[in-house]
């Protein structure tokens, strides 16, 4: 049971450049969510999803873009990185459409912008 | 067992110690808390939850303490392990598709 899987785990980007980190869950999740955990800032949310074809912001959505088109898919994309954006970003799902229950996360992404 | 103030950063505790990790929370309409351990390199897991019309609850060799009228929440660890180390972190429930997580606390277990 893969759980939670996120990739890349490690990438480096110059300013301006665009990527895409992928998430997939095999755990049929409705609920779908990106963190960003900065040094002594916990956990942050950016966007998340409450099923296929549902998106909505969180915290912190400048410069980031979701979509979701599959249940078990939820990508998240950097148009033009920004060093304020280096940061280890994690997936996390749930069952159900709220987001508040027991989150299950990915391993992250850990994402430096030069 | 060792306890740390609120919104302290770091906990060092002695094996087979209790450890108490204490948080604040900031909205007192807050109906939901949970406590999640993060392992080095890894993502957050799930410890225990408390919802706000109980004050105590237990698990395996935790128990977590909601004071809704100081907006303060505790983990409790017994007899802390090598593999308790780890950053903790509890969170609200903000809204039904939010968590506001906290700072985390890092906690260091001693031979």
């Known amino acids: 049971n893969a759980g939670v899987t996120q990739t890349p785990k490690f990438q480096v980007l110059k300013t301006g450049q665009s990527m895409t980190l992928q998430c997939a869950q095999d755990m049929n999740h409705e609920y779908m969510s990106w963190y960003r955990q900065d040094p002594g800032m916990g956990l942050r949310l950016i966007h998340y999803?409450?099923?296929?074809?549902?998106?909505d912001q969180g915290e912190v959505p400048n410069g980031y873009n979701v979509s979701r088109s599959t249940t078990e898919d939820f990508p998240l994309r950097l148009l033009s990185a920004a060093p304020s954006q280096t940061s280890v970003y994690f997936c996390?799902?749930?069952?159900?459409?709220?987001?508040?229950?027991?989150?299950?996360f990915g391993e992250g992404s850990r994402l430096t912008v030069l | 067992g060792e306890s740390v103030g609120l919104h302290l950063p770091t906990l060092s505790v002695q094996e087979g110690d209790n450890s108490i990790i204490n948080c604040a929370y900031s909205?007192?309409?807050?109906?939901?808390f949970i406590w999640y351990k993060q392992e080095s390199g890894k993502g957050p897991q799930f410890i225990i939850d408390?919802?706000?019309?109980?004050d105590k609850r237990q698990g395996q060799r935790v128990t977590v303490l909601l004071n809704k009228t100081v907006k303060h929440l505790s983990l409790q660890i017994a007899a802390t392990q090598p593999g308790d180390s780890a950053v903790y972190f509890c969170?609200?429930?903000?809204?039904?598709?939010?968590?506001?997580f906290g700072a985390g606390t890092t906690v260091t277990v001693r031979a």
């Open positions: 909205n007192s309409a807050s109906d939901y």
């Open positions: 999803s409450v099923g296929a074809g549902i998106t």
């Open positions: 969170a609200e429930r903000l809204n039904d598709y939010k968590l506001s």
């Open positions: 996390a799902s749930t069952t159900g459409v709220s987001g508040t229950g027991e989150l299950f």
């Open positions: 408390i919802r706000s019309n109980m």
